[in-house]
T-cell receptor, first 111, second 110 residues
Framework: NAGVTQTPKFRILKIGQSMTLQCTQD?????MYWYRQDPGMGLKLIYY???????DKGEVPNGYNVSRSTTEDFPLRLELAAPSQTSVYFC??????????FGPGTRLTVT | LAKTTQPISMDSYEGQEVNITCSHN???????ITWYQQFPSQGPRFIIQ???TKVTNEVASLFIPADRKSSTLSLPRVSLSDTAVYYC???????????FGGGTRLMVKP
């Protein structure tokens, strides 16, 4: 059981570039989430999904897109990277006991 | 979802008991109280959750008074490795939305 895995661990983007952050969980959880965490701050919810084919916006969705074609995968897409998107991104899933399991994070820098 | 308020930081010494209190005045009837721990450069890790009275596991205890407007996370005999940020969250029964506040930065000193 690998839990929640994220790739890549680190990435540097130039302004205007695009990229996809990958997230996979092997626990058969329906609920999955994307958060961002700026230095010294708490986590902010970007998008979440309650099951394959269903996604919804969180607190800070602008500049991001998601898809959920399978139960396991929940990729996050940045279309036109901006310096304000420099952050650490965490993917998470939630099980039947409502404990949230987090991935190791992706550290993204946009310059 | 109910907003939570907790101290920004706390200091303690090894071997002491640490109590972190969180207020959630607008908690709803079907809300649960959940605590997470986060070490630097890692994702948050679930510690404990409860609805009312007291919950204890191998890591911590959670005390919730009858009015449920606050809760206290108790860490017995902390060690240096307990230095982390601790988040208090309120989740609706369905569990699909969690809002993280700023957390409490706990520093355990030798």
């Amino acid at each position: 059981n690998a839990g929640v895995t994220q790739t890549p661990k680190f990435r540097i983007l130039k302004i205007g570039q695009s990229m996809t952050l990958q997230c996979t969980q092997d626990m058969n959880h329906n609920y999955m989430y994307w958060y961002r965490q700026d230095p010294g701050m708490g986590l902010k919810l970007i998008y979440y999904s309650v099951g394959a084919g269903i996604t919804d916006k969180g607190e800070v969705p602008n500049g991001y897109n998601v898809s959920r074609s399978t139960t396991e995968d929940f990729p996050l897409r940045l279309e036109l990277a901006a310096p304000s998107q420099t952050s650490v991104y965490f993917c998470a899933s939630i099980g039947q006991t409502y404990e949230q399991y987090f991935g190791p994070g992706t550290r993204l820098t946009v310059t | 979802l109910a907003k939570t308020t907790q101290p920004i930081s706390m200091d303690s010494y090894e071997g002491q008991e640490v109590n972190i209190t969180c207020s959630h005045n607008n908690i709803a009837t079907n809300d649960y109280i959940t605590w997470y721990q986060q070490f630097p450069s890692q994702g948050p890790r679930f510690i404990i959750q409860g609805y009312k009275t007291k919950v204890t596991n191998e890591v911590a205890s959670l005390f919730i008074p009858a009015d449920r407007k606050s809760s206290t996370l108790s860490l017995p005999r902390v060690s240096l490795s307990d230095t982390a940020v601790y988040y208090c969250l309120v989740r609706r029964d369905a569990g699909n939305m969690l809002t993280f506040g700023g957390g409490t930065r706990l520093m355990v000193k030798p």
